[in-house]
């Protein structure tokens, strides 16, 4: 909602500035100057980009409508499964889990968490790291570096559609300026007539360069900044996954290892020391 939301004050605040000047918005209906730039900015978008990105940026686009994917209850359901898997660990030994890690959707501990459960991403990323704390092969510190590849990774697929977008918002002011040059050849090749029909003209010309900046700046450009939000959103769950774990590897109880994880979040979703502990308390 705030997308639209923050469309349509952008497209009162101009065009209805422009109305409040005395101008006839019927001058800035140009079907054809929107056709050249959102047609050259639609081409270079399929040139410039490979099928997988292009793949992403179109699966990833109907989420910036969507309010947070991850909010104050899903990191602490996050953070009341971990506990509960650690504990389980720190009572009964790393063999305890291995059930619950090799078959997360008939593990009892999982369905207690539905919203983890339903995350593939998360669940599969904090399984496999599990997993391999069972096996014993790797020590902190590698496990430490592993986590920080494989989140650097999924942030940099989650941040491709942002570029895209931003790339082909970074060009329409450029598109804007060639309907305009191809709005003043027209003009320039209509010279005998009227003074008045050449005015029209030259208008029409000029507003192939305000469509290209106006889309580049007010609705382009800020839905990249939200798809960028959109990503360092997804990556924050699995820094909490990734910090809670290794203050386990490193001995801490599953109670302090948990405190490490929620001082990883962000300070509006963050819940509060005494909050997350009776929450933890309620789902055990």
């Known amino acids: 909602m705030l997308v639209i939301a923050g469309y349509l004050a952008v497209a009162f605040s101009v065009f209805g500035g422009f109305m409040l000047a005395g101008g006839h918005i019927a001058a800035l209906l140009q079907p054809i100057e929107l056709l050249m730039i959102g047609g050259a900015a639609i081409g270079s978008f399929l040139v410039g980009n490979t099928a997988k990105a292009i793949k992403a940026t179109l699966k990833a686009l109907p989420n910036v409508l969507k309010g947070a994917k991850y909010k104050k209850d899903n990191y602490m359901e996050l953070m009341a499964l971990l506990y509960e898997l650690l504990g389980k660990v720190r009572k ?58 494989e989140i650097d990774t999924h942030h940099h697929e989650a941040m491709e559609p942002s570029h895209v977008i931003a790339k082909m918002g970074d060009a329409m002011p450029a598109y804007g300026i060639v309907a305009a ?37 007010g609705f382009v450009g800020p839905l990249a900044a939200k798809l960028e939000q959109k990503a360092d959103e997804s990556t924050k769950m699995l820094q909490t996954i990734k910090v809670t774990l290794l203050a386990n590897l490193n001995g801490y109880a599953p109670a302090m290892a948990v405190e490490f994880g929620r001082k990883a979040l962000y300070s509006t979703e963050r819940p509060g020391f005494v909050e997350l502990e009776e929450h933890v308390k309620q789902k055990r």
């Open 92 to 149: 009964e030994g790393l063999m305890s889990i291995e059930n619950d890690v090799e078959n997360p959707d008939e593990s009892p501990i999982f369905a207690k968490y539905p919203t983890v459960h339903d995350d593939h991403h998360v669940v599969e990323f904090m399984t496999d790291y599990l997993r391999i704390m069972v096996s014993g092969n790797l020590n902190a510190m590698e496990i430490e570096t592993l986590m920080e590849v």
């Open 181 to 217: 040059v191809m709005g003043v050849v027209h003009t320039m090749e209509s010279m005998g007539i009227p003074p008045a029909e050449l005015g029209i003209l030259i208008a029409h010309a000029l507003v192939g360069t305000f469509l290209g900046i106006l889309m580049a700046y």
